[in-house]
Structures are given as C-alpha cells and as structure tokens.
C-alpha cells in the first residue's frame, strides 16, 4: 500500500525501542514497507532491525560533525523513501518527523507517538521544557496523535497539546511464541551463579530519574533487613556495578552478591522468563512494555501505581504507591509468602488479560483502521 517512516529520537534499549521493533517487524509491514531513522547515534537495538531488513539510517544529531548535514541529509531520505506515512516516535523523533512531512514532495500522513508522561520534574529539565513547548504550537500538524496511555493523553492535554486527533493505542505484545520459561528459569539462574530454585525479583529498567533506583534499592535493603532469603536481577541503561551513582546506594545494602547488575542487555525475554516478581518502582511512566512482557509470559507484577499501570495490572499482580520503598518491599513479600500455585495462577490471569487487552495484533488492526481513515479522509478533500 506504500511506506511509512519511523523517525524515533534513539534506538536505545527501551520500551519504546521495543515497541517500535515489534510494530515494524509485524503482520503492519505487509501493508506499509517500514523505514527508521534513528536521530541519535547510540549503542542499542539498531542491529535487531537491521537483522530483520529494515533500513535504518542514523542522523547523528549527538555528533558535532554531522549537525550541518543533519537536515539536508534528512531532507534527501524523505525524498528518496516517498513515504505514504510518516510516525514520529517519541518527544524529539515527533518534532523531526514533522520537519520530514514538510520536507516531502507530496503530503504524507503525518502521526505522532507519545511514549512519555510528562511530570512537573521533565519540564523542570531546560531541553525537555524546549522541546514539550516546541511540540505543543506543533501539535496541531498531525493526523493523528497516539498516545500509549491515557494518562499521557491527558497531561499533553494540559499543556496545551491539540485534541482533536488524540488517540490512546496500547504498546502491542507478541502473543503466540512457544514459552521457554522452564528452560529460560534454569539457564538464567546457573548464569546469576545461584540455586537452581532461588527466588528471583527482576526489573529491566534504566538509571534515569523517572525508574526512582533509589527507591528501588532501598525496597531491596528492607528485605535484606526482613531476612528473606531472595535474589534481584536489575538490567539496562546505568544497571551496572561500574556506574558511580550506584555505588553510595549500592554500599547501603547488607549483601551486594544477592543483586545482579547485568546492564544493556538484548535477551529481555530470557530475563523475564526467569523471574518470579517482575517489578518497577517509577515514578513516571506511559505504558511500560517491561510489565506487560512479564504478564504475558506469566510472570506477576508488582509496580507503582504510575501511569496506566494500576489499569492495566489489575488483580492480577499488586499496585503500591510511587515513592513508598516500605510498601515496595512489603508487596513483593506478601506476594514471595503465597505458594508456588497462587502465583501461576495470578501469572496465568495475567497472560490472559494481556492477550485479551495488550495484543499486537489488537495493535496492528487498530492501526490499520486509523490509516485506512486517514487515507480515505484525505482522498476524498
């Protein structure tokens, strides 16, 4: 049917990222040929697109040297894509996806994708304020804009974002792999250098502001304090041993060998199929792809009550406030004290509401029929 244009601000590892990837890499592609362009240069999932065949082209806008050829260069794919749709993907990838629909030869479809809640401590940040105002006088060029969560929705709301074409589309999760959560439970586990059965509390996170690691490991310290004999696997951007803001939280702790620091890793479902308790102690968040990725894979949860998260958990895992490390820890050891059955059972609640609610393929006709609105719309003016 044509092309789209995936302008995205980083392919870093992130949920975004993988959101992104698993649209792109899905039954969506037959209709519309997928291209990236990734605005900064970073070390993340760029190669898992290439080793599926989607062109990627990176703009370097993190480099000095590539700035004065940045929109030329951006000016020249636009040209050579002919896109039918362009998707900005993220805060920065929508502001630029919108320079590319001025750039184009014939007027594309142009969406925007929200996967950020903004929060009074982001606008307090000089370049994410520029860059939420720039997008707000902006936000009246779009189509369509689709934001994962409702609550995002609403605070673009109020701050002016335009409503008119607001819509909330759920990151999609691949549904009907064949599960290797036994054989992923055992491997992982000889990986850590740890028990066989040791219980395992998991977050694939990154060390930003809005995962609250601080909180997080201060929850840890008080069920070391609790004596529960339990393991951590803390992964992604900054969850490393060598990170200096680690380390003071990290000295805290009254046993480091029982929290295991892996960092950027690509084998995030290895990981989640490992784990006992996924969990996240935000204190922002859109729609993080982590949780439902465990829920499908009949993990539960335990996470702040962020975002859409309380919705989209449910009863089938536990909710506690932002913030609140006590209720953190507590949470995570009210679920440890249920037997081994009650928590397949909430782990199998919560692959069935995942595939009833969060589906990719829920996500790809949704996008079908929104495209297929927009084109007929702009056909027929």
Excluded at 20 to 33: E, G, I, M, Q, V
Aim: proline residues 5%; glycine residues 6%.
């Amino acid at each position: 049917m044509g092309n789209i244009l995936y302008i995205i601000t980083s392919l870093s590892v992130g949920g975004a990222q993988k959101a992104l990837l698993n649209l792109a890499t899905s039954a969506f592609s037959d209709d519309y040929k997928p291209y990236v362009i990734s605005l900064v240069e970073v070390n993340g999932v760029q190669q898992q697109f290439a080793e599926t065949g989607i062109p990627v082209h990176v703009l370097g806008l993190n480099r000095v040297k590539a700035l004065p050829w940045l929109l030329p260069r951006l000016w020249r794919l636009v040209r050579e894509i002919q896109p039918t749709v362009i998707h900005g993907w993220m805060h920065h990838g929508n502001l630029f996806a919108t320079l590319a629909w001025l750039f184009a030869s014939r007027r594309p479809l142009l969406l925007w994708g929200m996967h950020h809640t903004p929060e009074k401590a982001t606008l307090e940040r000089a370049q994410h304020a520029f860059v939420l105002k720039a997008g707000r006088w902006l936000s009246r060029f779009p189509q369509r804009i689709v934001y994962v969560s409702r609550r995002s929705m609403q605070r673009h709301a109020e701050l002016g974002y335009a409503t008119q074409h607001a819509q909330v589309v759920a990151n999609g999760i691949p549904l009907g792999k064949t599960s290797r959560r036994a054989e992923y439970y055992v491997s992982v586990r000889e990986e850590l250098g740890i028990p066989a059965h040791a219980l395992l509390i998991g977050s694939l996170t990154r060390y930003v502001p809005e995962k609250d690691i601080p909180n997080l490991l201060t929850a840890i310290r008080l069920m070391q304090e609790g004596g529960q004999a339990v393991h951590f696997l803390l992964a992604g951007e900054g969850m490393e041993a060598s990170n200096p803001a680690l380390q003071p939280l990290l000295s805290t702790l009254l046993d480091q060998s029982n929290v295991h620091l892996l960092g950027v890793r690509t084998d995030a479902a290895r990981l989640i199929a490992a784990l006992d308790i996924a969990t996240l102690s935000s204190q922002r968040e859109a729609f993080p792809l982590f949780l439902a990725e465990a829920m499908a894979e009949g993990v539960p949860c335990v996470a702040t009550d962020v975002g859409d998260i309380a919705e989209f958990v449910a009863e089938t895992g536990l909710i506690v406030p932002a913030g609140d490390a006590p209720a953190l820890a507590q949470a995570w050891s009210n679920l440890l004290q249920q037997s081994v059955a009650q928590r397949q059972a909430l782990g199998e609640q919560a692959k069935q509401r995942v595939a009833a609610r969060y589906s990719l393929d829920a996500v790809v006709n949704t996008y079908r029929h929104l495209l297929q609105d927009e084109l007929y719309s702009a056909s027929s003016t």
